[in-house]
């Protein structure tokens, strides 16, 4: 069966100091990856989306950045955080086509 | 532009008796449709979906309704039963250029179901 990891769960970090959020998935070959923000009395925004290794699409210019260095790793950066960057940030995976996108546990972070 | 939207932040329901979520949506090009369930500090896990050629899906207790000339779609829960209690997003989907899936999300509603 398919599995999805974030790490870390929680992260609390200062304005100003760099982000690396990972994403990986066990149990399928080339899925198709994405990254949503669910900042505090919003939806979930799509951030980045990636259907195979090197290829990211962006959804909204922001401060962050997004790579996929492997085929079942997906990596949400930035260099220098912002207050505005806090939120719940979910990892997703489709095996392609149109299906249904399965969530992993998120990450929490929290910009002071 | 918010193109999928769910007007109601929150919603309380007794239990044994039937829960609807709402969601509206503007973009006719959306071919798919689908509820998301989401506990805090959890992802949210898939319910159940609709295809843009249907007008109703069931399954269990869930069954999700489309009016496509009215662009509304609704999540009826029956019944409802205290571990409904969460936050259900509304997504409606979109091909992206390179054939994949983009979902885009409304902005949640909050069950409560009152035992």
């Known amino acids: 069966s398919q599995t999805i990891h974030q790490w870390p769960a929680t992260l609390v970090q200062p304005v100003g100091s760099p982000l690396s959020l990972e994403c990986t998935v066990e149990g399928t070959s080339n899925p198709n990856l994405y990254w949503y923000r669910q900042a505090a009395g919003r939806g979930l925004q799509l951030l980045f989306y990636?259907?195979?290794?090197?290829?990211i699409s962006s959804e909204v210019p922001q401060n962050l950045s997004a790579s996929r260095p492997q085929d079942r790793q997906f990596i949400l950066s930035s260099k220098k955080l912002l207050l505005s960057d806090s939120g719940f940030y979910l990892c997703?995976?489709?095996?392609?086509?149109?299906?249904?996108?399965?969530f992993g546990p998120g990450t929490r972070l929290l910009v002071l | 532009d918010q193109q999928v939207k769910q007007n109601s932040p929150s919603l309380s329901v007794q239990e044994g008796r039937i829960s609807i979520l709402n969601c509206d949506y503007t973009n006719s090009m959306f071919d798919y449709f689908l509820w998301y369930k989401k506990y805090p500090a959890e992802g949210p896990t898939f319910l159940i979906s609709?295809?843009?050629?249907?007008d109703k899906n069931e399954d269990g207790r869930f069954t999700v309704f489309l009016n496509k000339s009215a662009k509304h779609l609704s999540l009826h829960i029956v019944p409802s039963q205290p571990g409904d209690s969460a936050v259900y997003f509304c997504?409606?989907?979109?091909?992206?250029?390179?054939?994949?899936?983009?979902?885009?999300f409304g902005t949640g509603t909050r069950l409560t179901i009152i035992p």
């Open positions: 990636s259907v195979g290794i090197g290829q």
């Open positions: 609709i295809s843009s050629i249907k």
């Open positions: 997504a409606a989907s979109l091909i992206s250029n390179f054939g994949n899936e983009k979902l885009t």
């Open positions: 997703a995976w489709t095996s392609g086509g149109v299906e249904t996108q399965y």
